[in-house]
């Protein structure tokens, strides 16, 4: 969702909408801390390394890189819902532990605001959060070390992508409408 050689953050759905991000690391720690525990524990935790919205995402890259960034709305949430739709039709996912649509499921959640928690359990166990500023200072300096990214080709694939799944999408579910209605 970075594009550290663009300076763009590129998001889906509303760039005002607070999202719930935690690194791989933190999320063991914490877990690990939790399995060791003696101590009665809730059911279930809520911890995220840092609650920020796509906006806040593009500040904090500006920030951390000194660089301009720009945000740019990869889709909205109404395409991604289709999209979502025909893969489960035409992507079986057998033989994978997490299917793509389903992949794409927890990002429209997450787009949609639905798993922003609004109290963490963060304090449980001595956790060191990672913030986002580390990550995109470690990310920045490691792309630039790449060098340049390479020339993009015309930039018409992805709408008239959309457009097609948008078309199969929108036809499956009038598919279905008649189906029920028959």
């Not at 050689?5 to 063991?28: E, F, M």
């Not at 359990?121 to 390479?150: C, M, Q, R």
Request: hydrophobic fraction near 40%.
């Amino acid at each position: 969702m970075l594009d550290y050689q663009t300076a763009t953050h590129n998001y889906i759905g509303s760039p005002d909408v607070i999202q719930d991000w935690t690194t791989w690391d933190n999320t063991a720690e914490f877990a690990a801390f939790a399995l060791l525990d003696l101590n009665p524990t809730p059911n279930s935790f809520c911890i995220a390394g840092v609650q920020v919205t796509a906006n806040d995402i593009t500040s904090i890259c500006s920030s951390a890189t000194g660089v301009k960034w720009t945000s740019h709305q990869l889709l909205p949430l109404w395409a991604l819902k289709h999209v979502i739709g025909v893969l489960k039709v035409f992507v079986s996912g057998r033989g994978s532990t997490l299917p793509i649509w389903q992949k794409l499921q927890y990002g429209y959640v997450q787009a949609k605001g639905e798993c922003a928690h609004t109290s963490l359990d963060n304090h449980f166990y001595n956790v060191k959060w990672t913030g986002l500023t580390p990550l995109v200072k470690k990310e920045y300096i490691g792309s630039k070390a790449k060098g340049p990214a390479p020339a993009k080709k015309s930039g018409y694939g992805f709408p008239i992508a959309i457009a097609g799944v948008s078309l199969i999408g929108g036809a499956y579910y009038f598919r279905n409408q008649l189906r029920d209605l028959v």
